[in-house]
């Protein structure tokens, strides 16, 4: 196979190819929503509304600017990680999400906001494309290293499409609540990344282990990441839950999972190092667990108790997997899992859908009040809360099969052999997409081979 | 001429100086707004306010800090590109724009909030005053490394005064409409930078062009800026347009513009390097034009594929510009600009107030309803709105003639001698200015002069 | 003495120990408070809420979010400076946070808000968690580098618990004023953590002065944490203030004293210089005291003046702190505080106590309003507010007597010799309790030996 990553031609026409088709539907389809149209002062002064302030944008738009944080700067830096790769980690991340967030804006618009042949969008749309192109970036951290610009453009086509089915199959169709997305973001993102990454698998990979390390600074780069995505996850998770009280609970009961997520991802992390010491990797993801297993039910009455216990195990999971699960998954499965999104995204979204089902399967007007169960569920009777539960259950596993049976074909087109992919020794390795500081492109590489002795 | 760059007595005095005249003009005029008043209580009481929440602060408050992000994060990090000028790139925009933010208070305080003696200050004075700021900020773009912190505040002192003054014609003479300031902010801060860096032309720099490049982990610092630049640029385009509808299609029109920026940045980044590499200048810049270009329009109803078509443009003509037209202004015009501000603000600023002229002579009250037609505009009829266009384009040309003619005074002005300027093989260099660690200075010099080949 | 770092069964036990008596007691005690709660609705329904704006969450979730990145991203990534501390200096601090949040909301809970056998939480609980563990931070910021995670956890536990008791004889006994927490959060961690550091002495540490400094991007990791801390203090002392006036006055005020600040802390470092050169110390921390200062009285009618005054004094005050008092409180008092935050929380904490005492006296309805006065300190007369004023002078002492008598004690318990604490030679070492990348571990030593040479 002849290796051409000079993406001189390909590159360029990709993106002006996609941008301009994203142009003529746009000017075919989308328009703004009332709330963010010139006629608003008409509904005002026709006594429609009494204030501005109802108005969408003061309800979500702080809550937006949080999410877009965490997609662009919480999951841009997380993936700096590596020695040589922070170019491309949070430059193909933006370009990436920048593409998606606008495919995504049409796809949701046709599937949730069509209305007289027109995409009405307001701000809820800017937050749903941020969540969709979420997932994106989750499947992009099993990819890290190893994939062309081009190839994640092709699977940000694909990826948006296949979210926004499931994504209706399970909130228009089916009913099922997932506000903070465990199933259709975290679950649907890492199984469809990882499956991908084994229709790529590159089995002389490993020969080559010193790229994929980080060194000293590059850690403390992927912690901004961290952070970020850390403190902004109450808003992820409550961004697009109903006005009022399950917004509030949405933010409460995240801050409260991610904490105790903390300590118990400190605990193991500490505890599987033979001398005891702490390892960053965790500290960097598994510490997030907790914002990804406490999506579905944020906003439900989970109890800030309930929280503590979903943070709890799920800090301790993904600990366990990073150390256990991935080797075995590259090993065994052939499964190259660069970030380990799956102990981050892929098993904490599945007990986030778990725990969303079971949470509703215990709803009742006791707990909720009689509005506030119609609000939260549509539901009126114990009867309908099991059934609630049910669906929930069945949206997870309709959320793997999505990701999995997406996961091959997208994976099979990302394999031909046009797209402009790096041999193995040329992954992890900036170099082969971008320009790069002359005088470090020399200084590095004996740093490779001489300082740094090949890992046990 | 003997190049003193002790500033021990000269910055000390200066700022004190600065601050005392401005603690007593504060004294003298500025008072709370009454939504920053205690006596809003008894207006509440007097049922002049029904709620808490008619207060401008939860209209505005989540805006400004973003804002306020963007002008000390945002701009500060994107300046730290240069290998050894982190320090001075974020430091010294930190200084100005801590002044900066004062003075503009006082100086927009008396053209638009002078009351019976009082200028009468609240959020919208805060975001202002960032925002006036910014153009400051752009013109240090142009000058990065080659100023004294002594030169930049007595910069900061005069453009902020002019700045005052064009916005004060355009807004409220012309009453223009520049929500994002596309013409006030960044097309002023562009050409009055590159007219201040033409008077203080340096023949010689260019003998030392190793400084001026980045090293891995500058880059990524600047990304920082850029990022929470990118994200938080709905903000400010949005943050002091009306309430309501105007504010929510602000956010989203700039949302979609800079959407499709990355896209074309990243498209010729690659179209133009022979390896089809992309280059971390263009991505951190480039995809910023998209914001500038749609500062003026995007509280109107520029539709979002309006917005689309805006970033599109601007990404390709500002990555052209870094290519072709940056080297053409130095070798030709003798305008070294060190971050290539005349490709991030200075053709988009232009294209912006164009776009915004242009959609102001198509508005009308179909498009707009009629309250929202003179709520957005004070127009009335289809004749209005070609004069309001011709106003808009009037506006642009003022700001042009503003920042020339202002740019050639102060930079006649920082030419003087005794500012503390650097000589020029000391451009670039925070140890002229900074206490460096010791170990860095002295393992810094021998990097630059052997690993490093001069380039071509 | 037998230094046993390995922490492989202490961390990880105390982490887990802990998190679960905190699982158990939320189980017991913790639910959701009436905006959170899902009976909002039948509240709604009733009438007893005309909107679901009124939900605290509108008036004070963005500001939290701010806070939040202010305690995570601000005071984490200002603790990166030291050239091999960065990992512990975020991470610990992460750590420490997370589960002082958790306890904060119990013990504030039982304190403020606690009905009927439950503690009901809602956002402005979480955002007097983060202002608890804010305290805790600072007084980190003393003993950085010489005390180990479990240490760490044992300090979080008692802090917050004096804390919590300080706060309520404050705020709840004596009806001080204190949103910003000038005594409560400032002064009180800082000479907490003096006291703790006192206690810690390591008299040989000054032998080993080279990882105590910072190496280039450290510094410009640290700039990140100063930068997000003085942008969002506007949201920390405004984040509780009463809806309104109060609220937007406090960010006002804030902003004002941070920009004076800065000049004047610029104006200090260059002038304490013998060269006129800044340090970047005094750029991260002193240009921050201008927060902390009008944290008392941020919300009362200082006038933007006062502010600007209140921040001129502490920018020079704290500067000249770091330059003068540093060091003799390490020679003489035998008091190391590693950040210097005597200097940045000590002393403007008491400036700032001292503010509000007088401002508070000089308060009446002429400036307040009748109702503004009421609101604002409950106080109808002249006499009530030299009362006031002299309750919030009782306020400070007793914050300081506090920190003195809970820091001796807290310190001999962190005394004992079983909790991991590292040598002297270690200290300031991430490789003690962090997996440090094999190729940086050998790297770094010589450069510590041979390129640094020992300062003066």
Redesign the interface.
């Known amino acids: 196979m002849v290796w051409n990553t000079?993406?001189?031609?390909?590159?360029?026409?990709?993106?002006?190819l996609?941008?301009v088709a994203?142009?003529v539907l746009?000017?075919i389809f989308?328009?703004?929503d009332p709330?963010?149209?010139?006629?608003?002062?008409?509904e005002?002064?026709a006594g429609n509304i009494s204030?501005?302030?109802?108005?969408?944008?003061?309800?979500r738009?702080?809550?937006f600017?949080?999410v877009?944080?965490m997609i662009?700067?919480g999951f841009?830096?997380l993936m700096?990680f590596l020695q040589?790769y922070?170019?491309s980690g949070?430059?193909f991340n933006?370009?990436l999400a920048?593409?998606g967030?606008?495919w995504a804006?049409l796809l949701q618009g046709w599937l949730h906001c069509y209305r007289e042949g027109y995409i009405l969008?307001?701000?809820e749309n800017?937050i749903n494309a941020d969540f969709c192109v979420g997932s994106v970036c989750v499947a992009f951290g099993a990819l890290l290293g190893k994939v062309s610009?081009i190839q994640l453009l092709i699977m940000t086509l694909f990826q948006v499409t296949l979210f926004s089915g499931n994504e209706f199959i399970l909130l228009s169709l089916l009913e099922v609540k997932d506000a903070g997305g465990s199933m259709t973001i975290h679950t649907f993102g890492a199984y469809f990344g990882l499956t991908v990454s084994w229709i790529l698998y590159r089995p002389n990979l490993h020969h080559s282990k010193q790229p994929q390390?980080?060194?000293?600074?590059s850690?403390?780069?992927a912690?901004?990441g961290t952070?970020?995505l850390?403190?902004?996850w109450?808003?992820f998770n409550s961004a697009v839950s109903s006005?009022?009280?399950?917004?509030?609970?949405a933010?409460?009961n995240t801050?409260?999972s991610?904490?105790?997520c903390?300590?118990?991802s400190?605990?193991?992390s500490?505890?599987l190092?033979?001398?005891?010491?702490?390892?960053?990797v965790h500290?960097q993801n598994a510490?997030l667990a907790g914002g990804v297993a406490v999506g579905t039910a944020a906003e439900m009455?989970l109890?800030?108790?309930g929280s503590?216990?979903v943070g709890?195990s799920s800090g301790i999971i993904s600990t366990l997997g990073f150390v256990y699960l991935k080797p075995f998954l590259e090993s065994r499965l052939r499964i190259q899992d660069t970030c380990g999104i799956h102990n981050l995204h892929g098993i904490p979204g599945i007990i986030g859908g778990i725990t969303g089902a079971v949470t509703a399967a215990f709803a009742n007007s006791a707990?909720?009040?009689?509005?506030?169960?119609?609000?939260?569920f549509g539901l009126r009777s114990k009867l309908d809360s099991s059934m609630q539960a049910n669906l929930q259950a069945a949206g997870l596993f309709i959320s793997l099969a999505m990701a999995l049976v997406g996961g091959i074909i997208v994976g099979l087109i990302l394999k031909l052999p046009f797209w402009g992919q790096a041999p193995d020794q040329s992954c992890f390795d900036d170099a082969v997409?971008?320009?790069?500081?002359?005088?470090?492109r020399?200084?590095l590489r004996p740093?490779h081979t001489t300082?740094?002795?090949p890992?046990p």
């Open positions: 000079n993406l001189r031609w390909r590159l360029p026409v990709t993106c002006l996609l941008e994203l142009v746009f000017c989308v328009r703004y709330d963010a149209d010139a006629h608003w002062m008409d005002k002064l204030s501005d302030l109802e108005n969408e944008f003061y309800y738009y702080p809550s600017q949080d877009h944080v662009f700067v841009g830096f700096t040589r922070g170019y949070v430059g933006f370009l920048a593409f967030i606008q804006l969008i307001g701000v800017l610009p390390s980080p060194v000293y600074h850690d403390l780069f912690m901004i952070l970020f850390w403190i902004y109450p808003s006005h009022g009280d399950a917004q509030h609970r933010a409460i801050y409260c991610l904490a105790a903390v300590l118990t400190v605990a193991l500490s505890a190092h033979k001398k005891g010491k702490l390892d960053m500290i510490t009455m109890m800030p108790y503590l216990i709890f707990v909720y009040g009689e509005e506030g169960l119609i609000q939260a997409y971008w320009e790069v500081p002359e005088h470090e020399t200084a740093e300082l740094r002795p890992e």
